[in-house]
């Protein structure tokens, strides 16, 4: 027999000193965290760690774990974009909650698995909860709604679809002629959902979108007629709720009667403004979410969660179980009926305790501090927009909405032909100086500048010597653009 020593844990190797060492981990990441403000907010371009974590190989016997500790907080975690910076004003991101960290330090030391309510029922009760409490504020019935925390936006949107499919669909008589229809402001990870579900380019239709970003209902209707005279199966509609771009919201309700009259599964992805839920005073900008079938919302976009932490809620638990519960023999023992297990729920089997982290920020804040982030997010876009109107070589492309903001450099005396390269150049140069972070998109063939305001720690101050900061900037480059 091979003798061999149980060689896995080595849990006696783990001694207070070393528990020592991951406190002061923990603490140093504090101590950044909280000075993030006077910080550059682009440490990219760190070509030492590059090089230095490329050059690593591995070896037979191991080595000292403090060596590996400090050389990847040094080459790694200190090497990154700070995405949680108070003026990191690019892209999704959001500041995070201590006490989302701790509720993930503890699932990851505890190592449990959301799987099936019998391996852990109380974690699952909590995901349940969450889910439920979300549910509410969609304005799902919650004795019938369900849903599961998944990776993020884009397996929630997946999921969702999937569940489009399953419900909708005969899969011989109507999988080859069913079309599904989303607007040209959706994520990404919608059409490329579509494609994963098994469409073909064909069956995927893409709908203009109107002045303010939201989805042409007229040009939506005139595509499903056509379809359906034309023999086609249209069976599944994306809205979009806090689009990527400009923070759009589609005409939900309009999209709903469609989606009946049709006989479609309408999807709302909520994932970056299903937060504005939290809020009593914006939550009316996304009318009719309830009439959806699906809802995706991420929680680590605008409500205080470190990845990953995404939801996606179904109006019907029936129907949506029909999608994704499959019994095989090895798991009879532990399946149960009363609590949906949650792989039942969606399309992972072994999972994380994701919703623990939420569960732990909600129970510590209180649900009124969600709703505050959001409601101060709105207030500081609608403050930036103020300050740039100050200045009339700005130009507001896309005004607030769900906190986000789009602007261009607009100046006098230069022909337009050259804004898109000038705002650019604009963008490059804030990023190159590290104070503020801001990049670029293209809206209606312009480009442009296009800042999200939903970073919890982002004040009023930081908006304003924000603005300050880049009209220098922009100032300095009119200036030898002019020359
Ligand atoms: C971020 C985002 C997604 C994708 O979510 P991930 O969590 O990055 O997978 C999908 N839809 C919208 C509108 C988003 O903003």
Same mark, same amino acid.
Request: hydrophobic share 40%; glycine share 8%; net charge negative.
């Given at each position: 027999m091979l003798d061999r020593k149980q060689y896995d844990l080595e849990m006696d190797k783990v001694n207070k000193d070393q528990i020592g060492e991951i406190a002061k981990y923990l603490s140093n990441f504090i101590e950044l965290n909280a000075n993030m403000r006077d910080q550059k907010v682009n440490t990219l371009g760190n070509e030492e760690a590059v090089k230095y974590i490329s050059s690593l190989t591995f070896n037979r016997e191991g080595r000292d774990f403090k060596e590996v500790a400090d050389e990847m907080v040094k080459n790694v975690f200190e090497? $990154?974009?700070?995405?949680? @910076?108070?003026?990191?004003?690019?892209?999704?991101?959001?500041?995070?909650?201590?006490?989302?960290?701790?509720?993930? +330090?503890?699932?990851?030391?505890?190592?449990?698995?959301?799987?099936?309510?019998?391996?852990?029922? /109380?974690?699952?009760?909590?995901?349940?909860?969450?889910?439920?409490?979300?549910?509410?504020?969609?304005?799902? =019935?919650?004795?019938?709604?369900?849903?599961?925390?998944?990776?993020? #936006?884009?397996?929630?949107?997946? /999921?969702?679809?999937?569940?489009?499919?399953?419900?909708?669909?005969?899969?011989?008589?109507?999988?080859?002629?069913?079309?599904?229809? /989303?607007?040209? $402001?959706?994520?990404?990870? +919608? +059409?490329? #959902?579509?494609?994963?579900?098994? *469409?073909?380019?064909?069956?995927?239709? +893409?709908?203009?979108?109107?002045?303010?970003?939201?989805?042409?209902?007229? *040009?939506?209707?005139?595509?499903?007629?056509? =379809?359906?005279?034309?023999?086609?199966?249209?069976?599944?509609?994306?809205?979009?709720? #806090?689009?990527?771009?400009?923070?759009?919201?589609?005409?939900?309700?309009?999209?709903?009667?469609?989606?009946?009259?049709? =006989?479609?599964?309408? @999807?709302?992805?909520?994932?970056?403004?299903?937060?504005? *839920?939290?809020?009593?005073?914006?939550?009316? *900008?996304?009318?009719?979410?309830?009439?959806?079938?699906?809802?995706?919302?991420?929680?680590?976009?605008?409500?205080?969660?470190p990845y990953s932490s995404s939801t996606v809620i179904a109006k019907d638990r029936d129907k949506w179980v029909n999608a994704f519960n499959e019994h095989p023999e090895y798991l009879e023992d532990v399946r149960q009926s009363e609590h949906l297990d949650g792989w039942d729920r969606g399309v992972e089997m072994s999972r994380p305790f994701r919703a623990v982290k939420l569960w732990a920020t909600i129970q510590a804040l209180g649900t009124d501090k969600l709703a505050d982030i959001v409601d101060y997010s709105f207030f500081n876009c609608s403050l930036m927009e103020k300050e740039l109107n100050k200045k009339d070589y700005w130009q507001i492309i896309a005004p607030p909405s769900c906190a986000a903001l789009n602007f261009r450099l607009a100046p006098k005396g230069i022909d337009e032909s050259e804004y898109d390269e000038l705002t650019n150049m604009l963008s490059k140069r804030i990023n190159d100086a590290g104070y503020a972070y801001i990049l670029t998109t293209t809206l209606k063939g312009k480009k442009c500048c296009r800042v999200c305001l939903i970073n919890g720690n982002t004040t009023s101050e930081d908006i304003i010597n924000t603005v300050e900061h880049i009209n220098g900037i922009a100032e300095d480059l009119i200036k030898s653009f002019k020359k």
């Open positions: 090497c $990154q974009t700070l995405l949680q @910076h108070p003026r990191y004003l690019s892209l999704v991101c959001c500041s995070i909650s201590p006490y989302s960290i701790i509720g993930s +330090v503890l699932a990851d030391i505890y190592n449990i698995n959301t799987a099936a309510y019998n391996m852990a029922p /109380t974690a699952t009760i909590i995901e349940e909860k969450l889910i439920s409490f979300m549910a509410e504020r969609i304005g799902f =019935d919650t004795k019938k709604a369900t849903g599961v925390f998944t990776s993020g #936006g884009s397996l929630s949107n997946l /999921t969702g679809m999937i569940a489009a499919r399953e419900n909708k669909l005969n899969h011989n008589k109507d999988l080859p002629i069913a079309v599904a229809y /989303t607007s040209d $402001q959706a994520h990404s990870s +919608v +059409v490329k #959902g579509m494609k994963m579900m098994g *469409l073909r380019p064909d069956q995927i239709k +893409v709908i203009p979108s109107d002045d303010a970003f939201k989805m042409r209902m007229d *040009l939506l209707e005139a595509e499903l007629e056509k =379809d359906k005279n034309a023999g086609l199966r249209p069976f599944l509609i994306v809205g979009t709720c #806090g689009t990527t771009n400009t923070g759009s919201i589609d005409p939900f309700c309009e999209i709903a009667e469609l989606a009946e009259k049709y =006989d479609m599964w309408f @999807h709302i992805d909520g994932a970056y403004g299903g937060s504005i *839920l939290f809020s009593d005073i914006y939550n009316n *900008l996304a009318k009719g979410r309830e009439l959806a079938d699906s809802f995706s919302w991420d929680t680590h976009k605008w409500a205080l969660q």
